[in-house]
């Protein structure tokens, strides 16, 4: 079991956009495992967490662990195919922002396919808010955006005031 440490805002490897994965090279796999790994480290550790994409361990792949209702996976190549648009609003947190929360405006559901480890396609049609909100919050992150970059002013002021 290979753990990383978690790479925190302020550091340019977050704002990087993330390669696409060449399934026919192992060039990715290690980083694979290795993400996989430091998201079942940190769930056992802090109680929590769903979600952990590669730049986040400092990986340059588009990979992003799952561990969640949608299964215990790494998907490869994970891509948001559909968005409703009906959106609501959530409070966010990440790993790599710890000890924040901001409010974010999200799709209320959508539609991502990608790779598993084995190769094959999978698609995951049409994702409750929850989940939905988490795919997005982890595809941001290998487009190199960060929650703070959605933060919705209105709900950040009113906090502030309250």
Known sequence: ?????VVLIGDERLRQVALAVDPAKDDWRQDAVDLADTLADLKTRLGFGRGLAGPQIGSPWRLIAFDCRLGTFVAVNPRITWCSSETFSVWDDCFSIPGRKVP???SRTVTFECLGLDGQGRVFERLEPDLAELVQHE??????????DRAEAAALERHAQS
């Open 1 to 5: 079991m290979t753990v990383r440490e």
């Open 104 to 106: 974010v405006t999200r």
């Open 139 to 148: 595809v941001d992150h290998l487009d190199g955006i960060l929650m703070v």
